[in-house]
């Protein structure tokens, strides 16, 4: 099989493992929710689980926990528990997490200009 866009990938394998780099970004920040809640702690830098419930429009707590949860396992956020009283939990992105901000741009862009495309018919 030949490769087209030589640009992109010169070998199979090289094709191959840059489908499965994509895959892997896709399961760590795809679903309805987690480029919200990145966006919202980039903006604000540290938030409260319910502040994130309050930015997030329409989000469930069990959905930003699952969420939270992901995005922590996957070291794109840090949990920080504040010995207050009560007890409060807060989120931050980690270095690791601010080195998306480039696809969350990019992605912001493309809307912009899909959303131009579409309502110019």
Known sequence: MEIVNQPCAKTIEEYEKRMLALKDAIEILGGKWKFYILLNLNQYET??????KETCVG??????????IQLEDNKLISRTVNSTKPVTVSYSLTQHARETWPVLRALIDFGFKHRKVILDK
């Open 47 to 52: 938030l409260r689980f319910s502040q994130l």
């Open 59 to 68: 989000i469930t707590s069990k959905v930003l926990t699952s969420e939270l």
